[in-house]
């Protein structure tokens, strides 16, 4: 009996705790207002919205068009945009700037930021904020388009950033964080800017999903960025590609890199990289696949190389990068270089040149593969020998130097190529 | 005119190396189209043909087929005819069927498998390229009477034309590397009608490697209207230029 009566007093005791709990959640979540934004509410401009609104709040902004710019959210709110609301900073300053955390904005069209050489004007910055979410935006003709400075774990997802300038010099980037942590940066599209994603001492964030297209110098671009992800990205028609420079731990996974075409255009350029990992991208008609300048430890591997000008431009001063069953299809070179001694390391790639045989049956060449070949060395070293392309006396010189080299890089061979293409 | 055409034709027509000629650039451009599953791919093995074999053809059946149809041009001679009208006929006549050869050989299978410009250009380079040779041959032929003369004479053409001018342009690259060679480089290219029928094709098929810094200029001059009106425009010379050399020692020539 006492037992009885003990589990009925905990059952009580844990009930009522428990609608304690529920009615602060209840009361808290009424205390949220929602503040309604439209030319025949209360509120028609949204600074006032937010300057009366609490912790919390969510503001909605009702479709039309606000001439507003420089709006400050300094609180831990909400700004909902519904059915597409305008807000139209007439080139005079920024669109919205977030100095809270927590702080989410959704829905709206951002139009017209100013534009300047002194300050970088963005439709939407996001400063010293912690868990801010953008989502669902569309930016036109902003000079920078998302910016995150000292933020950490934020979110830039769905948004669409269009740019209207002419020239690289008058266009600042799409997306650019600055000195943040962790932030996810998802289907998102970026055209038309100075460089579509930026980062800049930015750690531990993921690229996903984005598409990144003719943009004016590259469709990526990080700095001083290490540890960070981009995955399943399309980079097409950018004035250089994609460029990685002066990072540690980048992965690049499964992305598109397609014509990239120019002067010198690169589909992934590697400045003084090391330990980055290159798996499952496909490099498809770009003036040069991938150049690796200064980089080390790189693991390229699974990627397709098809119909580039140069598959892999992999210069002297580059150490223990390691190329495993990639494909290398219809290149025009497939490796090019600059010197002589060389600690890289080619096994199991499928190179549609390779003209070996297999007696074993092991599905790989008997005989190792140089990917080198003397006339990629001779265009290296005067240009202009360019005009002889598929000329009957360069491959003959070619099919010579295969069978007894003497001036191609004699260690930079695949020692066992596969006779049929990799899965990828 | 017309008459001696067809007889040229018709004699041409009598012996089946051309028909063999027609039959092997059809096997092996139908072979290529159907091994290789992409198509571009094939347009490239292609592309060597034409750069190496037509011409190669051309220039040696032309040559080979002047000097077996000697009697017969000493016979017209004796007739009243201009001798410019029997040089041209024979030249029309061999023209006419080695571009018929071309054509069913390799234009119609381009014409199924790949019509794109590629293919487009390639034919162009290649119906050039048969009658340059041609006008070559004839050139060879009339500067001298004896028949292992002119074929060496015509091989000899070939192989400058093919192998040894590129090396020397190779060598004249490494000689002068410290100085801007972009536009001799361009004139040099115009002296070469093998290395322009390459360019135009490279042109349509390379164009990524083209695009980089170094091919920027060919792209510039080459893949503009302008430049594939120039190059048809330098092919054309090529055709015509060695013709009238011809025409004008024949004339004069004692037979």
């Keep these: ?424 | 005119m017309l008459k001696l055409i067809k007889y040229v034709v018709y004699d041409i027509l009598r012996n089946r190396i051309l028909l063999g000629y027609t039959l092997l650039l059809l096997t092996v451009s139908l072979s290529l189209f159907n091994l290789e599953d992409d198509a571009a791919k094939a347009t490239l093995s292609l592309t060597n043909l034409i750069l190496i074999i037509i011409p190669l053809v051309s220039i040696i059946f032309s040559t080979i087929h002047f000097y077996n149809s000697y009697e017969f041009i000493e016979l017209l001679v004796a007739q009243p005819l201009n001798r410019r009208t029997i040089l041209l006929s024979q030249y029309f006549g061999v023209s006419i069927s080695l571009f018929t050869a071309f054509f069913v050989g390799i234009g119609i299978p381009v014409l199924l498998y790949n019509a794109s410009s590629t293919g487009l250009i390639l034919l162009l380079s290649g119906m050039l390229l048969t009658q340059i040779f041609v006008s070559i041959a004839f050139w060879a032929s009339v500067v001298t009477r004896d028949k292992a003369k002119g074929i060496g004479l015509s091989l000899m053409i070939w192989f400058y034309f093919s192998l040894i001018y590129d090396g020397l342009i190779l060598f004249f690259l490494f000689s002068f590397n410290d100085f801007p060679l972009e536009k001799p480089i361009l004139a040099l290219t115009c002296l070469n009608p093998v290395d322009l029928g390459r360019i135009l094709i490279l042109l349509k098929m390379d164009i990524s490697a083209l695009m980089g810094f170094t091919g920027a200029l060919y792209k510039d001059f080459f893949g503009s209207a302008f430049g594939l009106i120039f190059s048809i425009v330098v092919m054309s010379i090529w055709i015509i230029i060695p013709m009238l050399f011809a025409i004008r020692i024949f004339n004069r020539k004692n037979l």
């Design chain 1, 1 to 424: 009996m006492h037992n009885f009566f003990k589990n009925i007093f905990s059952l009580v005791s844990s009930t009522m705790l428990l609608m304690v709990f529920l009615a602060n959640f209840i009361s808290e979540n009424i205390n949220a207002k929602e503040i309604p934004v439209c030319a025949t509410c209360q509120f028609k401009n949204i600074q006032a919205a937010i300057n009366s609104a609490n912790t919390g709040d969510i503001i909605v902004v009702k479709s039309g068009i606000y001439f507003e710019n420089k709006i400050q959210i300094n609180k831990t709110i909400s700004l909902i945009g519904e059915n597409n609301p305008v807000i139209d900073a007439q080139e005079k300053d920024e669109g919205i700037t977030i100095s809270a955390n927590n702080v989410k904005v959704s829905g709206f069209v951002i139009k017209n930021t100013a534009n300047g050489s002194i300050n970088d004007f963005a439709g939407i910055r996001v400063f010293k904020a912690n868990h801010v979410e953008v989502s669902n935006n569309t930016l036109r003709n902003t000079f920078f388009g998302i910016v995150f400075q000292d933020s950490k774990n934020g979110e830039i997802i769905n948004n669409k950033i269009i740019g209207e300038n002419l020239n690289q010099t008058k266009s600042g980037n799409g997306i650019q964080l600055w000195q943040c942590r962790n932030i996810a940066i998802k289907n998102n599209y970026v055209t038309k800017h100075r460089d579509g994603i930026y980062f800049e001492f930015s750690r531990f964030c993921h690229v996903e999903n984005n598409l990144s297209e003719e943009n004016f110098r590259y469709g990526l671009h990080f700095m001083f960025s290490d540890n960070d992800w981009y995955y399943h990205n399309v980079f097409k028609n950018n004035g250089t590609g994609a460029a990685v420079m002066y990072s540690k731990h980048i992965s690049m996974l499964y992305n598109d890199f397609e014509n990239n075409w120019g002067d010198a255009s690169y589909a992934l350029l590697l400045k003084d990289i090391s330990d980055g990992i290159i798996i499952g991208n496909h490099f498809t008609k770009n003036t040069i696949g991938v150049l690796l300048d200064g980089s080390n430890r790189i693991n390229v591997t699974r990627n397709l190389f098809e119909n580039n000008g140069w598959a892999v431009k992999l210069m002297a001063n580059c150490m223990n990068d390691t190329f495993y069953k990639n494909n290398f299809i219809a290149n025009t070179f497939d490796v090019s270089t600059n010197g002589t001694l060389y600690y890289s390391y080619f096994k199991n790639n499928y190179w549609d040149k390779y003209e070996g045989y297999d007696l074993n049956k092991d599905h790989l060449g008997d005989v190792p593969y140089r990917p080198v070949s003397l006339y990629s060395i001779i265009v290296e070293q005067i240009p202009q020998a360019m005009m002889l392309l598929r000329s009957f006396t360069v491959d003959v010189m070619d099919k010579a130097e295969r069978i007894i080299p003497s001036l191609i890089p004699d260690l930079l061979k695949d020692e066992e190529p596969k006779m049929q293409k990799n899965k990828i």
